[in-house]
């Protein structure tokens, strides 16, 4: 059984950084795309980022360059999303999501997904 299961989120402040780790089951990151995605309050859900099964990266969200990276542990089936210089706009609920596509590239759609994890940036 395919299960994403998100942690990591929290409040943060301006400028301070957060790591949101999407630990994978039921299937080998080897063989999976993994997508980060956030949908903010009245806001459509938007990605941010992927990390293809060949470990390549792609699909950026303007707003987050420079600040945010994704990288994987196949030994832990984990994916992370390392957020630094965080700011107001980066609140939101935060999903990853995989696919199966084992020969690397993005997908443009993703069958399974986490619940969520929220991130909260306030002053």
């Known amino acids: 059984q395919v299960q994403l299961v998100e942690s990591g989120g929290g409040s943060a402040q301006p400028g301070e950084s957060l790591r949101l780790s999407c630990v994978a089951s039921g299937f080998t990151l080897d063989d999976y795309a993994i997508g980060w995605f956030r949908q903010a309050p009245g806001k459509e859900r938007e990605e941010v980022l992927c990390?293809?099964?060949?470990?390549?990266?792609?699909h950026y969200a303007n707003r987050v360059r420079g600040r945010f990276t994704i990288s994987r542990d196949t030994d832990k089936n984990t994916v992370y999303l390392q957020m630094n210089s965080l700011n107001i706009e980066d609140t939101a609920v935060y999903y990853c999501?995989?696919?199966?596509?084992?020969?690397?590239?993005?997908?443009?759609?993703?069958?399974?997904w986490g619940q969520g994890t929220q991130v909260t940036v306030s002053s």
């Open positions: 999501a995989a696919k199966f596509q084992p020969g690397g590239g993005c997908p443009t759609w993703y069958m399974y």
């Open positions: 990390i293809s099964s060949k470990g390549g990266i792609g």
